[in-house]
């Protein structure tokens, strides 16, 4: 149930894929770098998933979903991913949200 993007990832380009498991990964700053520069360098994929989330709307991400990475960035001490939203009617409701105060110009 759900989606798994390195099942799917392998099947369309026969890539073979690494998992990380956020909550088990223990250095999570080497893990950021290890991640953003292989995005800097073209090198990589990055997908995220999600687990199940009990109230999807207020939230805004879909549970047991993947979404594809489109960028990553760094910026004041934040680490930040711009993940695509392929589903069109949720939208995340967290910090950093579409039009939440702490975008400054």
Avoid at 19 to 40: H, P, Q, T
Avoid at 50 to 59: K, L, M, Q, R, Y
Wanted: proline share 3%; net charge neutral; charged share 25%.
């Amino acid at each position: 149930m759900g989606s798994n993007s390195s099942r799917d990832l392998y099947v369309l380009t026969g890539w073979l894929p690494e998992k990380v498991n956020l909550k088990k990964e223990s250095n999570k700053d080497v893990l950021w770098n290890r991640i953003k520069k292989g995005y800097s360098n073209n090198d990589c994929l990055i997908t995220i998933g999600t687990g199940v989330i009990e109230d999807e709307d207020n939230v805004g991400l879909v549970g047991t979903h993947a979404y594809g990475v489109l960028e990553i960035v760094e910026s004041q001490g934040k680490r930040m991913l711009l993940v695509k939203n392929p589903w069109g009617h949720f939208r995340w409701q967290g910090k950093y949200s579409h039009g939440d105060a702490n975008w400054t110009p």
